[in-house]
């Protein structure tokens, strides 16, 4: 999971418009049942929000960074549940781009923590904590991070709510399956041994003219770049890598070579 910048200003207004009317109609009905059957009739409302949704990630789901053909086609979901907070049926910040897999696990689910009141309205749900990360929110996704063999874990694990929140969206997302945890291993394996040629290579070359070994360090550095790159999949877990490795300093080297070599190449 990485943060994804989620500004007012990507959205257009048309659709805006159109969820305004929608939220206004669905708070006119006089009873429950109408109102969750009015609002279950107006999915075209967020799913019309699929393609925007889409570009401010990349192409990948929110949650799990894979893209729709790792968690199946392509979801729009309401971070808070519709069942349990229909007046945010149609609200744009709600909504979230997920794999249907992550999305049909959640379902109506959204746990808080101990003693946390469930909000009623718009003012009510800021005093509550909710246990289910979001990757809007500045510090959510820093606090989920990767083993080497794919495993999601706490990144602060001394500190027990962080813990608790971890765990449970773990296991409400099904960010620990077999399948993901296959594609981080990999990903996880590939950064590793490009830093640990990288760093090797850089250490053999140093004091000596090798033409052959400088062709090589810069088809590394192009590796490592695209590995690294903010629209490639599992990018957490390749930082999560460069952690273990204490490699940040090297990633850096090897984007600042991969941006000037196209440069050069593009004259």
Known sequence: MRFVHYPLNAIAQAWLKKASEATIKAAAKLTDVERKAYVSSRSDVWSTLKETLEHLSAGKCWYTEARDNKVSY??????????????????????????????????????????????????????????????????DPDLLTFKADGEPVCATPADPF?????????????????????????????????LKKLQKLLETNRHQANPEGGELIDEICRDLEALYDDEAEFTSTAWSCAQELNASRLIELARYRARLLRELEQG
């Open 162 to 194: 962080s813990k608790e929140r971890v765990t449970t969206t773990v296991k409400l997302l099904g960010l620990d399956s077999e399948g993901l945890c296959a594609h981080r291993r990999e990903k996880w394996r590939s950064c590793e041994r490009k």
């Open 74 to 139: 392509w979801q729009v979901d309401h971070y808070r549940p519709k069942a349990l907070y229909p007046w945010l049926a149609f609200s744009w910040d709600n909504l979230r781009l997920s794999g249907a897999k992550p999305n049909l696990r959640k379902s109506d689910d959204f746990p808080l923590g101990a003693g946390s009141p469930r909000g009623s309205d718009a003012e009510g749900i800021k005093g509550e904590q909710p246990l289910l990360l979001d990757p809007t929110r500045w510090g």
